[in-house]
Nanobody
Framework: QVQLVESGGGLVQAGRSLRLSCTAS????????MGWYRQAPGKQRELVAT???????NYADSVKDRFTISRDNAKNTVHLQMNSLKPEDRGVYYC????????????????WGQGTQVNVSS
């Protein structure tokens, strides 16, 4: 079984910061990439940022220069440092990882966390 557990969401004022973390556990190997998506009320889930095992990153235009994604490969953990938060950053943030199970190492699948709520007040 594979689990992605997020933490760090909450309510902050606009302009402040939050740090999200996600750890993948269970029988998952070769995780690449890891990242974050978000879903605002009434909107589709959208990419926020991803990072490969080599540290290559990709950001949505709306968060560039404000958010920073990082990961610890040894701990199967990914972080999202969110600075200068805006009300439009509000939503449920989902951790995402592509990896293989130890029992089927050639089959790569996408896994999702349960989500963590981020609220930004103006």
């Amino acid at each position: 079984q594979v689990q992605l557990v997020e933490s760090g969401g909450g309510l902050v004022q606009a302009g402040r910061s939050l740090r999200l973390s996600c750890t993948a556990s269970g029988s998952i190997i070769s995780i690449d990439p890891m990242g974050w998506y978000r879903q605002a009320p009434g909107k589709q889930r959208e990419l926020v940022a991803t990072i490969t095992s080599r540290g290559n990153t990709n950001y949505a235009d709306s968060v560039k220069d404000r958010f920073t994604i990082s990961r610890d490969n040894a701990k199967n953990t990914v972080h999202l440092q969110m600075n200068s938060l805006k009300p439009e950053d509000r939503g449920v943030y989902y951790c995402y990882a592509v990896g293989a199970r130890t029992t089927t190492p050639s089959l790569r699948l996408a896994y999702w966390g349960q989500g963590t709520q981020v609220n930004v007040s103006s």
